[in-house]
Antibody
Framework: EVQLVESGGGLVQPGGSVRLSCAASGFTFNNYWMAWVRQAPGKGPQWVANIKQDGSEKYYVDSVKGRFTISRDNAKNSFYLQMNRLRAEDTGLYYC??????????WGRGTLVTVSS | DIVMTQSPDSLAVSLGERATIKCKSSQSLLHRTYRETFLAWFQQKPGQPPKPLIYGASTRESGVPDRFSGSGSGTDFTLTISSLQAEDVAVYYCHQYLDAPLTFGGGTKVEIK
């Protein structure tokens, strides 16, 4: 079955760190760009970052530059989002997504990150 | 950043009637090299991830009913549901994937009148 499964979310204090993981199955992982998209409660989706097939290109939304790092391990069919210096406004459901080019037509079900003291 | 502006914010339509959602981008979404428009539409129901409906402005994803259609070019786009069904109640988002940061519209909530 073609799917993406996120893990690693939870309750984190402001200023803290968390690492999200996304496990891919059912498709040739190293052929696709991968992305993280988040959704704050009651809001629309916000693209966070994406990474090229070989990891040589990475792009981030301005609000996370210098705090978040996207990476991938093609041998494990997985990719990651290291989130540091977390803020309350980083709270939300984090989806991993993939597809042809920058268009993502496969989404996981999300993992919830709550930044609160 | 490319700003995506959707209208209306919400829409109530009778079952079997047409629903029309507009999306305007702050710059053209035509990719100069590929000559394809990098605009997609997503449907999101409560508790679910966004579901892709349309890409390339007008190409339906596999399995999407043909009552959903996308049109438009350049900076102005439309998602049409030709005959609204009860299962179409959702929030719909347009999305540009031409340039980073990738951006989404604010969403249009579709309900039954």
């Amino acid at each position: 079955e073609v799917q993406l499964v996120e893990s690693g979310g939870g309750l984190v204090q402001p200023g803290g760190s968390v690492r999200l993981s996304c496990a891919a199955s059912g498709f040739t992982f190293n052929n696709y760009w991968m992305a993280w998209v988040r959704q704050a409660p009651g809001k629309g989706p916000q693209w966070v970052a994406n990474i090229k097939q070989d990891g040589s290109e990475k792009y981030y939304v301005d609000s996370v530059k210098g705090r978040f790092t996207i990476s991938r391990d093609n041998a494990k069919n997985s990719f990651y989002l290291q989130m540091n210096r977390l803020r309350a406004e980083d709270t939300g459901l984090y989806y991993c997504a993939s597809g042809p080019g920058w268009y993502s037509n496969l989404w996981g079900r999300g993992t919830l990150v709550t930044v609160s003291s | 950043d490319i700003v995506m502006t959707q209208s209306p914010d919400s829409l109530a339509v009778s079952l079997g009637e047409r629903a029309t959602i507009k999306c305007k981008s702050s710059q053209s979404l035509l990719h100069r090299t590929y000559r394809e428009t990098f605009l997609a539409w997503f449907q999101q129901k409560p508790g679910q991830p966004p579901k892709p409906l349309i890409y390339g402005a007008s190409t339906r994803e596999s399995g999407v009913p043909d009552r959903f259609s996308g049109s438009g070019s350049g900076t102005d786009f439309t998602l049409t549901i030709s005959s609204l069904q009860a299962e179409d109640v959702a929030v719909y988002y347009c999305h540009q994937y031409l340039d980073a940061p990738l951006t989404f519209g604010g969403g249009t909530k579709v309900e039954i009148k």
